[in-house]
C-alpha cells in the first residue's frame, strides 16, 4: 500500500521533479515507511514517478519505489497489494524469469514484462500503477476491477499528470482549479458522488474501476479510457443451491486465506452484520490459532446501536474487541481532518465513525484490516434490489413467482407493498430519465437549475441485460458505478489516514465472477431474503443468529441528534455555497436554522450534512481552487 504520483511534461515546462515531491508530500500518510523518485527524459520529454510506501510484503528495501526492470526498461510506481503474487512468482520462474527480491511489486513487474497486459486477468489483489515503456514511448495506467485503489489524472498544466488522491493531484500541478458544478449540485441536491470518472474538481477526473488508459509520450496523445475487466451475467444452471452454497464457502475461505499474507499485524473491521461477521468467521476457520483483533463503533443508548451482535460474534470466534463511541463533540472536533482526508464531499457521518475504528486499530499497533465491503452489491443486499428482481421475473413471464416474491419481500421488516411497487413501475423508466426526475422532485427546494449546467450523468451504462438477467446486471453494473465506488473511497481515504490497509475479500475476482452468473434466486429468496447464498454457505463460521438477522445497520451513527447539537456557525457555514447561482440562501437559512432547532423543515438530515460537508470541503481547499 502507498501513494504514487507521476508526471510528463512538455519541453520548456516547470520542472516535475519538484512538482512530484510536492504530490508525495502530501501522499506522506500512505506511505510513511520510505520515498523514492525516478526521473527520465523519454522522447524529449521529462517523466517523474515517484512514491510513498506502506511496508506491507517485504519489509525490506528490496520492496522500493519506483521499480526498475532489470534491463532498465520499464519503471514501475504501483499501490495495492498482489495477493497470489506466490502464485504467479512461481509461474514465472518455470517459465525462465528470475527474482531479486521477495516483493509482489516485482511480481507485478515481471509478470507485465513477460505477458503485458495480458498478465491483468491472473492478478488478484487490489492495485492502481502507472507503468513506463521506455522503448515504446508509453506510460500505461491501469485500475484494479472493482477500483479498490485510486487513481486520479489530469492534462491540466500541459502533458499529464497522476496522484492517489485529488488534493495531491491539485499540489502537484501547481495552479488554481475550477469548481466542477455539474458535480457539485448533483452532490447538494441528490447526494450523488463518485458515479463517473468525474471529481468535484473540473479537468481531474478518475481512472474507471476495471480500466486502463496509454498516454504516448512522444504525440502527448492520451487514450481514451478501455475497460480490461467486465464479468459476464449469463446464468449457469450447472449448480443445484447447496453445491452453490458450498463452492461459494471455499471460494469466500480461500479469499480471506490470500487475504491474510502480510509480514505485518493484521485485525479486521466488526460491524456486527452478517459481511463483516463473515469476515471475522472466516479468518478464524482458516487461521484457528492466530489472534484476532476486531475494531468495532458501537452507538449505546441509540436505535442504531449493534454492540449485542458485536460481542456475540466476538465471543463466537474468541476475539479480543476493540470498541470506539463516538459523540458529537468528538466529531465537531475531528471534521476538517476527515474532510481533509477523504478528499472530496461526502455522504454522512457514518464515515466518521468508520474514521475512529480506523484510528483505533492504528493506535492498538494494526497495519492491515479485513472488511466485509462489496458483499451487499454482489449478493443482492440492502433491500434486495426488488424491482430488478421483479422485472427478471416478469421478462420470463413469471406472474405466480412475482406475486409470491410480492408478498414474501413485503413481510421483511422496514418493507412495505408501496416501496416494492415504486421500484417496479422505476424500472419502466430509464435510468438517465430517473435522474432527471430526481432533480426534479428532490426535497432541498433550495435549489434553481442554471441555464448552461449540464446535468447529465456520465456512467458506464450499458445495454439490455439478457433476458430474465435485471437483477444480475444491476449488481454488476453497480460494480463500476454509482454506490460501491464512493464506499471503497470512504474506506480508503479513512484507512490510509492513519497508514493503514483495508482489504476486502469479497471483491475478489473469482468470487464476484461465480456470484454474477448464478441464479438470481440463489441470491434473493423467493420470499425476498437477500444474501441467500452466502446465508447458507457460512452455517457453522458464522452464528445462526446473525445469518439470519432481518435488519441491516452497518456503521451507522445518529446523525440528526449529533448534527442538531454541534452548535455550528450558520453564517459561516452558509458563506461556503453563497456564491452560487444555484443555491438560494435566502431560502435555505430559516429552513436549515428550523431542522437544528428541531422544528418541522422540509429539509433532511442527509441534506444539511452535504451542506455543511461541501462548505467545509471548499473553505478547506482554500486558494487551490479558483473563486
Same mark, same amino acid.
Given at each position: 500500500?502507498?501513494?504514487?504520483?507521476?508526471?510528463?511534461?512538455?519541453?520548456?515546462?516547470? @520542472?516535475? #521533479?519538484?512538482?512530484?515531491?510536492?504530490?508525495?508530500?502530501?501522499?506522506?500518510?500512505?506511505?510513511?515507511?520510505?520515498?523514492?523518485? =525516478?526521473?527520465?527524459?523519454?522522447?524529449?520529454?521529462?517523466?517523474?514517478?515517484?512514491?510513498?510506501? !506502506?511496508? +506491507?510484503?517485504?519489509?525490506?528495501?528490496?520492496?522500493?519505489?519506483?521499480?526498475?526492470?532489470?534491463?532498465?526498461?520499464?519503471? !514501475?510506481?504501483?499501490?495495492?497489494?498482489?495477493?497470489?503474487?506466490?502464485?504467479?512468482?512461481?509461474?514465472? %520462474?518455470?517459465?525462465?524469469?528470475?527474482?531479486?527480491?521477495?516483493?509482489?511489486?516485482?511480481?507485478?513487474?515481471?509478470?507485465?514484462?513477460?505477458?503485458?497486459?495480458?498478465?491483468?486477468?491472473?492478478?488478484?489483489?487490489?492495485?492502481?500503477?502507472?507503468?513506463?515503456?521506455?522503448?515504446?514511448?508509453?506510460?500505461?495506467?491501469?485500475?484494479?476491477?472493482?477500483?479498490?485503489?485510486?487513481?486520479?489524472?489530469?492534462?491540466?498544466?500541459?502533458?499529464?499528470?497522476?496522484?492517489?488522491?485529488?488534493?495531491?493531484?491539485?499540489?502537484?500541478?501547481?495552479?488554481?482549479?475550477?469548481?466542477?458544478?455539474?458535480?457539485?449540485?448533483?452532490?447538494?441536491?441528490?447526494?450523488?458522488?463518485?458515479?463517473?470518472?468525474?471529481?468535484?474538481?473540473?479537468? &481531474?477526473?478518475?481512472?474507471?474501476?476495471?480500466?486502463?488508459?496509454?498516454?504516448?509520450?512522444?504525440?502527448?496523445?492520451?487514450?481514451?479510457?478501455?475497460?480490461?475487466?467486465?464479468?459476464? /451475467?449469463?446464468?449457469?444452471?450447472?449448480?443445484?443451491?447447496?453445491?452453490?452454497?458450498?463452492?461459494?464457502? =471455499?471460494?469466500?475461505?480461500?479469499?480471506?486465506? !490470500?487475504?491474510?499474507?502480510?509480514?505485518?499485524?493484521?485485525?479486521? @473491521?466488526?460491524?456486527?452484520?452478517?459481511?463483516?461477521?463473515? &469476515?471475522?468467521?472466516?479468518?478464524?476457520?482458516?487461521?484457528?490459532?492466530?489472534?484476532?483483533?476486531?475494531?468495532?463503533?458501537?452507538?449505546?443508548?441509540?436505535? +442504531?446501536?449493534?454492540?449485542?451482535?458485536?460481542?456475540?460474534?466476538?465471543?463466537?470466534?474468541?476475539?479480543?474487541?476493540?470498541?470506539?463511541?463516538?459523540?458529537?463533540?468528538?466529531?465537531?472536533?475531528?471534521?476538517?481532518?476527515?474532510?481533509?482526508?477523504?478528499?472530496?464531499?461526502?455522504?454522512?457521518?457514518? &464515515?466518521?465513525?468508520?474514521?475512529?475504528?480506523?484510528?483505533?486499530?492504528?493506535?492498538?499497533?494494526?497495519?492491515?484490516?479485513?472488511?466485509?465491503?462489496?458483499?451487499?452489491?454482489?449478493?443482492?443486499?440492502?433491500?434486495?434490489?426488488?424491482?430488478?428482481? /421483479?422485472?427478471? *421475473?416478469?421478462?420470463?413471464?413469471?406472474?405466480?413467482?412475482?406475486?409470491?416474491?410480492?408478498?414474501?419481500?413485503?413481510?421483511?421488516?422496514?418493507?412495505?407493498?408501496?416501496?416494492?411497487?415504486?421500484?417496479?413501475?422505476?424500472?419502466?423508466?430509464?435510468?438517465?430519465?430517473?435522474?432527471?426526475?430526481?432533480?426534479?422532485?428532490?426535497?432541498?427546494?433550495?435549489?434553481?437549475?442554471? =441555464?448552461?449546467?449540464?446535468?447529465?450523468?456520465?456512467?458506464?451504462?450499458?445495454?439490455?441485460?439478457?433476458?430474465?438477467?435485471?437483477?444480475?446486471?444491476?449488481?454488476?453494473?453497480?460494480?463500476?458505478?454509482?454506490?460501491?465506488?464512493?464506499?471503497?473511497?470512504?474506506?480508503?481515504?479513512?484507512?490510509?489516514?492513519?497508514?493503514?490497509?483495508?482489504?476486502?475479500?469479497? *471483491?475478489?475476482?473469482? #468470487?464476484?465472477?461465480?456470484?454474477?452468473?448464478?441464479?438470481?434466486?440463489?441470491?434473493?429468496?423467493?420470499?425476498?431474503?437477500?444474501?441467500?447464498?452466502?446465508?447458507?454457505?457460512?452455517?457453522?463460521?458464522?452464528?445462526?443468529?446473525?445469518?439470519?438477522?432481518?435488519?441491516? &445497520?452497518?456503521?451507522?451513527?445518529?446523525?440528526?441528534?449529533?448534527?442538531?447539537?454541534?452548535?455550528?456557525?450558520?453564517?459561516?457555514?452558509? %458563506?461556503?455555497?453563497?456564491?452560487?447561482?444555484?443555491?438560494?440562501?435566502?431560502?435555505?437559512?430559516?429552513?436549515?436554522?428550523?431542522?437544528?432547532?428541531?422544528?418541522?423543515?422540509?429539509?433532511?438530515?442527509?441534506?444539511?450534512?452535504?451542506?455543511?460537508?461541501?462548505?467545509?470541503?471548499?473553505?478547506?481547499?482554500?486558494?487551490?481552487? @479558483?473563486?
Amino acid at each position: 500500500m502507498c501513494g504514487i504520483a507521476g508526471v510528463c511534461r512538455e519541453p520548456g515546462r516547470a @520542472a516535475g #521533479v519538484g512538482a512530484v515531491k510536492a504530490a508525495l508530500d502530501a501522499l506522506k500518510h500512505r506511505g510513511p515507511d520510505d520515498i523514492g523518485l =525516478e526521473q527520465r527524459v523519454v522522447a524529449g520529454r521529462e517523466v517523474v514517478l515517484g512514491q510513498t510506501r !506502506l511496508a +506491507v510484503i517485504d519489509l525490506t528495501s528490496g520492496g522500493h519505489q519506483p521499480m526498475v526492470s532489470s534491463d532498465g526498461r520499464h519503471l !514501475l510506481v504501483f499501490n495495492g497489494e498482489i495477493y497470489n503474487y506466490r502464485e504467479l512468482r512461481r509461474e514465472l %520462474e518455470a517459465a525462465g524469469r528470475t527474482f531479486a527480491t521477495r516483493s509482489d511489486t516485482e511480481v507485478l513487474l515481471v509478470a507485465w514484462q513477460h505477458w503485458g497486459r495480458d498478465c491483468l486477468p491472473r492478478l488478484r489483489g487490489m492495485f492502481a500503477f502507472a507503468l513506463l515503456d521506455i522503448a515504446q514511448g508509453t506510460l500505461t495506467c491501469v485500475r484494479d476491477p472493482f477500483g479498490i485503489k485510486p487513481f486520479h489524472y489530469t492534462r491540466a498544466g500541459g502533458g499529464f499528470s497522476f496522484a492517489s488522491e485529488l488534493p495531491a493531484l491539485v499540489d502537484l500541478v501547481s495552479r488554481p482549479f475550477e469548481l466542477n458544478h455539474r458535480q457539485v449540485y448533483r452532490y447538494l441536491h441528490l447526494g450523488f458522488y463518485d458515479e463517473s470518472a468525474e471529481t468535484f474538481v473540473a479537468g &481531474i477526473e478518475k481512472l474507471r474501476p476495471g480500466s486502463l488508459l496509454v498516454f504516448d509520450i512522444e504525440t502527448g496523445r492520451l487514450s481514451d479510457q478501455e475497460r480490461w475487466w467486465w464479468p459476464s /451475467v449469463e446464468e449457469r444452471r450447472d449448480l443445484t443451491f447447496d453445491q452453490a452454497a458450498d463452492q461459494l464457502r =471455499e471460494l469466500v475461505l480461500d479469499s480471506v486465506r !490470500l487475504h491474510l499474507r502480510s509480514d505485518v499485524p493484521l485485525g479486521t @473491521a466488526l460491524s456486527g452484520g452478517i459481511d463483516s461477521s463473515v &469476515i471475522v468467521g472466516a479468518m478464524r476457520h482458516v487461521a484457528p490459532d492466530a489472534e484476532v483483533h476486531t475494531f468495532s463503533y458501537v452507538a449505546r443508548s441509540s436505535p +442504531v446501536n449493534e454492540e449485542p451482535w458485536v460481542d456475540l460474534m466476538n465471543a463466537h470466534v474468541g476475539a479480543v474487541p476493540h470498541k470506539v463511541v463516538a459523540t458529537s463533540a468528538e466529531l465537531l472536533r475531528d471534521l476538517d481532518d476527515v474532510i481533509r482526508a477523504q478528499g472530496e464531499p461526502f455522504g454522512s457521518t457514518s &464515515i466518521y465513525a468508520q474514521y475512529r475504528v480506523f484510528r483505533a486499530a492504528h493506535d492498538a499497533g494494526v497495519t492491515v484490516t479485513l472488511d466485509g465491503q462489496g458483499a451487499d452489491e454482489l449478493l443482492a443486499g440492502y433491500a434486495g434490489y426488488p424491482g430488478y428482481r /421483479v422485472r427478471s *421475473l416478469l421478462s420470463q413471464g413469471r406472474l405466480a413467482d412475482v406475486v409470491r416474491f410480492a408478498c414474501g419481500w413485503s413481510a421483511e421488516p422496514g418493507r412495505t407493498p408501496a416501496a416494492l411497487a415504486a421500484a417496479t413501475a422505476a424500472q419502466v423508466v430509464p435510468r438517465r430519465s430517473r435522474d432527471r426526475v430526481r432533480l426534479v422532485t428532490a426535497r432541498t427546494r433550495v435549489m434553481t437549475r442554471p =441555464e448552461d449546467l449540464d446535468l447529465r450523468t456520465t456512467g458506464q451504462l450499458v445495454g439490455d441485460p439478457p433476458r430474465g438477467r435485471h437483477l444480475a446486471t444491476v449488481l454488476r453494473d453497480g460494480l463500476v458505478d454509482r454506490g460501491l465506488e464512493a464506499l471503497l473511497r470512504h474506506a480508503d481515504r479513512n484507512s490510509m489516514a492513519f497508514s493503514i490497509e483495508s482489504r476486502v475479500p469479497f *471483491l475478489h475476482v473469482d #468470487v464476484a465472477e461465480f456470484l454474477l452468473t448464478l441464479p438470481e434466486d440463489y441470491l434473493v429468496s423467493e420470499q425476498g431474503q437477500t444474501k441467500r447464498v452466502l446465508r447458507a454457505a457460512m452455517r457453522g463460521v458464522v452464528p445462526d443468529a446473525i445469518l439470519d438477522r432481518r435488519d441491516k &445497520i452497518g456503521f451507522e451513527t445518529p446523525q440528526g441528534s449529533w448534527m442538531q447539537t454541534l452548535g455550528l456557525d450558520l453564517d459561516a457555514w452558509l %458563506e461556503g455555497v453563497q456564491d452560487y447561482p444555484y443555491v438560494d440562501v435566502d431560502a435555505l437559512r430559516p429552513r436549515v436554522t428550523d431542522w437544528l432547532a428541531g422544528r418541522r423543515s422540509p429539509l433532511d438530515e442527509d441534506v444539511v450534512w452535504r451542506l455543511l460537508n461541501f462548505s467545509r470541503w471548499r473553505e478547506l481547499m482554500g486558494p487551490r481552487l @479558483a473563486q
